[in-house]
């Protein structure tokens, strides 16, 4: 039954998670927009958030042992209850990534390339947008464009660090944090996927060369025993030829005379 949920609610809850990144990046991206736009963009980010908590609540519930379900999916109840906790718009993005990334791992058709690729896209936009939003009315700041910041987000993740831009407060160096990590993550599963290609590569073509090895054995073997066999069954070049049996009977004579009668062979 727990499967089934989350078989069936895997599809909506993406679909939402998508909602809730352009609520959150409206109101950043265009901070002059009408009031109204902010107050529905803030309802759909709890919309959204609320619906995880009640997809939460339900596997909580479905599953059958509710207290190992509790301590094998830490981070979920984490994501649940911390906005709560302090309503914090950055705080609700952390939140509903760790749910919908934790979704995601649960998806048997999402293979870990379309999954890493999902991660580096997303870490890339959440982070552009949040240190914009925390960084652009920094007394000190030098980020002050979406194109700044998504250039930081891309440094900050590959590690490259140009030093160009940079956050000054104290929540922006939170995030540089938490972004570099999540590069230096992504990185090495990248890496290790890689590098587990080309193991199962060569594995693959050390067993087809030993199943050819095998196979030539094996013929070789085999005509081995052929030769043998044929060997066994022919005759010795120099056996002598059998003699020919001793005729019986009268031997024809020449045209006009009368037949001899031939030797009788003596009894053995």
């Not at 982070?127 to 007394?139: F, I, M, Q």
Request: glycine content about 6%; overall charge positive.
């Amino acid at each position: 039954m727990k499967d089934r949920w989350e078989e069936r609610t895997q599809m909506p809850l993406l679909v939402l998670a998508v909602a809730f990144g352009v609520a959150y990046a409206v109101p950043i991206v265009a901070p002059g927009a009408a009031p109204w736009v902010h107050r529905l963009c803030t309802h759909v980010e709890w919309a959204v958030w609320a619906a995880f908590a009640v997809d939460y609540v339900v596997r909580l519930m479905i599953a059958p042992a509710r207290w190992a379900f509790v301590r094998s999916h830490p981070l979920d109840l984490l994501a649940v209850l911390l906005p709560m906790v302090q309503p914090l718009r950055l705080l609700r993005v952390v939140c509903t990534l760790l749910l919908v990334g934790r979704r995601a791992r649960m998806a048997p058709q999402i293979t870990l390339t379309t999954y890493v690729a999902g991660a580096v896209v997303g870490l890339m936009m959440f982070g552009s947008l949040a240190v914009l939003h925390v960084e652009r009315d920094a007394p000190n700041g030098n980020i002050k464009t979406l194109g700044d910041a998504v250039w930081w987000s891309f440094t900050t993740m590959t590690t490259v660090g140009y030093g160009d831009h940079a956050p000054t407060t104290g929540l922006g160096r939170v995030l540089a944090v938490g972004l570099m990590l999540s590069g230096i993550a992504l990185l090495g599963v990248v890496t290790a996927n890689i590098a587990a290609w080309f193991i199962s590569r060569f594995e693959r073509d050390d067993a087809v060369e030993r199943r050819h090895t095998e196979l030539l054995e094996t013929l070789t073997r085999e005509v081995r025993e052929l030769r043998a066999e044929v060997a066994r069954l022919s005759p010795a070049p120099d056996a002598p030829a059998p003699a020919s049996a001793p005729i019986s009977g009268p031997v024809p004579a020449p045209d006009g005379a009368p037949g001899v009668p031939a030797p009788i062979a003596p009894r053995s």
